[in-house]
């Protein structure tokens, strides 16, 4: 049997599925959950199935039924009370669905008590990106908007012909204000001249130790620490890792108990990476990131790109790592971001500030460059400089807050809407 007959059987058999359980339980939960599509058209298949369940109650069925562009939802209306806060929830699991942050996910409407729409819809968060028969899960906290005394919930699938979601145990709940989870970043702004590499750690330990006087958790340093101001090239700069950098900061941020992000050369085998490390409060070495987009004069020097963009998780959130040319490009912050990086850190030898509002701005996220030759800043979702470093003021400490949600002006939390509604893999390969 083809692939095109087995999803043609598949189909047919969901089908008939969807046949006999809308038959067996036109009255599962009808009441509260109804079905509804912009057009007839591009209606998805929808049934309560009470076959499949989640902690033995019916789950909420939506398939794409062969159509490309299916689109559809469950819906509800549920009441709710302005100035308060609510705890959305809801359960999913996903088969045959491609990309299922943007065919998968759920929307809230603010309505007042004639039903008039009542600011920007939101767009809870997913967990993690509904992988294929597996349980995710659709999150988030909000603050309802004055004079929205309902919301209606929406449970939507759309744009693959082929798959199948099942929602379970949707919820919204009034519970208590969420508290600031308050991060203090620190970034350094101070290049080296005629110098060595141990001369230019033991200058940068001293701007480090500023920053922990301010209660830093974290302090990004600039790329190539180990280089800068010195007779070395890329080759004859580069060590191992873990090696007598990461060992010198190890003892400095085990000092201070702080993170440190900083840019070096490093040596493995044959291969010299142009690598961003991660020391963490205690000393050691919890991650590296090896520099993905090399400019030609890197290439030149001997220097190999690395091939991947790992997040780390620290003690306040998730962080990712970028270097220097990294930030022409759109794709390394946005893959970050997409794997959840609530910061990027960014040693930088010097570039275009503008795009590094950019990255802020595309991916709602704060970034933080350390630089030599752009400016040394803590930039928020906005893309506006909160602070900036400069020669005479070389470390700044900036108090985020990763629990804060930006609105904007007719678009609401964009940082939500951007997986939903970003272009689809195969339309960018």
């Given at each position: ?16 599925s ?46 794409g039924?062969?159509?490309e562009y ?15 806060y609510?705890?959305?929830?809801a ?9 299922s942050?943007?065919?998968v996910?759920?929307?809230?409407i ?7 729409k009542?600011?920007?819809p939101e ?16 999150k ?31 919820s ?9 989870r308050?991060?203090?970043?620190a970034?350094?702004h101070?290049k ?7 001369e ?17 958790d974290?302090v990004?340093l ?22 007598p ?10 000092k ?13 085998g ?25 400019p ?9 790109p ?11 959130g ?13 794709e390394p ?8 990086a609530?910061?990027?850190f960014l ?16 991916n709602?996220?704060y970034?933080?460059?350390s ?20 020669e ?14 930006t ?14 509604e970003?272009?689809p893999?195969?339309a960018?390969?």
């Open positions: 049997m083809t692939k095109h007959n087995l999803k043609l059987s598949f189909i047919s058999l969901l089908i008939m969807c046949s006999a359980a809308c038959a067996q339980g036109q009255d599962i939960n009808r009441s509260e959950w109804k079905l509804k599509s912009q057009r007839k058209e591009i209606a998805p298949l929808g049934f309560i199935d009470s076959a499949v369940t989640y902690e033995g109650k019916p789950t909420l069925v939506l398939a039924g062969g159509k299916s689109n559809g939802y469950w819906y509800t209306t549920v009441n709710t009370e302005p100035g308060e609510f705890q959305f929830h359960n999913f699991i996903t088969t045959n669905i491609e990309e942050n943007r065919s996910l759920a929307r809230i603010w309505q007042d008590e004639t039903g008039k009542i600011g920007t767009y809870p968060a997913s967990f993690p990106a509904g992988t294929n028969g597996t349980w995710n899960y659709i988030q906290l909000y603050k309802v908007p004055k004079d929205a005394t309902k919301a209606n919930i929406e449970l939507v699938y759309r744009w693959d012909a082929n798959g199948v979601v099942r929602f379970a145990g949707p919204f709940q009034k519970t208590t204000a969420p508290k600031p308050i991060v203090k970043v970034a350094i101070h080296p001249r005629k110098s060595t590499t141990q230019n750690l033991v200058q940068f330990s001293k701007f480090i130790a500023t920053a922990a006087r301010q209660k830093a974290i990004c600039p790329e190539g620490i180990t280089l800068v101001g010195t007779t070395n090239d890329y080759i004859s700069a580069s060590e191992t890792v873990p090696g950098t990461t060992e010198f900061l190890g003892k400095i941020a085990q201070h108990n702080l993170y440190i992000v900083a840019g070096i050369l490093e040596k493995s044959d291969v010299v990476y142009n690598t961003a490390v991660l020391i963490d409060r205690n000393g050691n070495l919890a991650g590296k990131y090896r520099k993905v987009s090399l030609q004069e890197e290439i030149d020097g001997g220097v190999t690395g091939n991947s963009f790992p997040v780390f998780d620290t003690d306040f998730k962080i990712g790592l970028m270097i220097c040319w990294d930030v022409t490009f759109p912050a946005r893959v970050l971001a997409q794997k959840g609530e910061i990027i040693p930088i030898w010097g570039g275009d500030v503008t795009l590094a509002k950019a990255r802020a701005i595309e709602q996220v970034v933080v460059s630089t030599y030759d752009m400016i040394t800043a803590v930039f928020d979702q906005e893309g506006k400089v909160i602070k900036e470093a400069r005479k003021n070389p470390v700044i400490v900036v108090d985020v807050d990763l629990n804060k949600q609105l904007w002006p007719w678009l609401g939390d964009l940082k939500s809407r951007i997986p939903r970003m272009p893999q195969k960018v390969q």
